[in-house]
C-alpha cells in the first residue's frame, strides 16, 4: 500500500510507503534541498565513508507520458563510521537523479538504508527489500507538477 503525498508544497508528486520518514520532520533542512539533493560521491565523502561500492546503475524510463525526465538509478553501499566508533556501519545507498534540463538542475532523491549499525538500527533482508521496492514506487512516481520551483 502506497500514499501520495505532495512535496515542495505540491510543486512535486510522489507516491510513497505511509511509514516513510522524512527528514524534515526530525531535523532543519534547507528549503533549497529536500533531504535529496546529495551526490553519491558526495554523499560518500560527507559521510566520511570509509568504503564505497557501485553495486549498478540503470536507467528508469517516464511511462506516464508527462515532462518529468526518466531517472538514472545508483545501488551503492558504504561503510560509515558514526559518532567516532571505529566500526563502521553499513548502508545500503538507493539514489535517483532526474535531469532538468530546461532549468539545468540536476534532482537527486536518495534512501539511505542501514543494514549493520552499531546502534542496532539495521534492517534483515526483508527490511532491505520493502525499502528497496519502495524506493523503486517513489522513483516511477515521482511527478515535477510545477517546474517554477526550479526558477
Known sequence: ???????????IKVET??????????RQVPDTQEVFMFHFDSL??????REVEVKSVSEIPNTRRD???PAIVL????????????TA???HVFMALFRVESKSVDMV?????????????AV??????????????????LHIVDYGLFA
Not at 1 to 10: A, K
Open 89 to 91: 556501519d553499513i548502508v
Open 124 to 141: 534483515g533482508n526483508e527490511g532491505l527489500a520493502k525499502s528497496e521496492r519502495d524506493f523503486m514506487t517513489f522513483v516511477r512516481s
Open 67 to 69: 515532462d518529468t525526465s
Open 17 to 26: 510507503a505511509p511509514d516513510l520518514i522524512d527528514a524534515s520532520d526530525i
Open 1 to 11: 500500500m502506497f500514499v501520495q503525498r505532495d512535496l515542495f508544497g505540491g510543486a
Open 109 to 121: 532523491l536518495t534512501f539511505n538504508v542501514p543494514v549493520v549499525a552499531g546502534d542496532g538500527g
Open 44 to 49: 560518500a565523502h560527507d559521510n566520511a565513508a
Open 75 to 86: 545501488k551503492g553501499i558504504q561503510h560509515i563510521p558514526k559518532f567516532n566508533k571505529t
